[in-house]
């Protein structure tokens, strides 16, 4: 079982940047791959980004690559997402997942491979 919280979220203007941390508990943190999704008013949630279990491998929607980037700090038992030249239509609720899939490499994006979910926290980006 893992609980995720994820903090780090407001209110920034265009071009800002923003840390979003996940806490994770349980003893088999390491396990899990992470990812990070988000949902806009009136959309579907999408992926974002997402951090293998093993060698800490990356990968990013097209949309956010080059701007944000995912780590993790196993030891801490966290997850980041640093987000930088922030854009109005990244305003969405970002949550934190963990996925024990053992097929990380092909289903990184897929929000039914993630077993626990956060409760997101809010980014709000002004123009």
């Known amino acids: 079982q893992v609980q995720l919280v994820e903090s780090g979220g407001g209110l920034v203007q265009a071009g800002g940047s923003l840390r979003l941390s996940c806490a994770a508990s349980?003893?088999?943190?390491?396990?899990?791959?992470m990812g990070w999704f988000r949902q806009a008013p009136g959309k579907e949630r999408e992926f974002v980004a997402a951090?293998?279990?093993?060698?800490?491998?990356?990968n990013y929607a097209d949309s956010v690559k080059g701007r944000f980037t995912i780590s993790r700090d196993n030891a801490k038992k966290m997850v980041y997402l640093q987000m930088n030249s922030l854009k109005p239509e990244d305003t969405a609720v970002y949550y934190c997942?963990?996925?024990?899939?053992?097929?990380?490499?092909?289903?990184?994006?897929?929000?039914?491979?993630?077993?626990?979910w956060g409760q997101g926290t809010q980014v709000t980006v002004s123009s």
């Open positions: 951090i293998s279990r093993g060698d800490s491998s990356t």
């Open positions: 997942a963990a996925s024990a899939s053992v097929d990380y490499s092909r289903t990184y994006y897929e929000e039914y491979k993630y077993n626990y």
């Open positions: 349980g003893r088999t943190f390491s396990s899990y791959a």
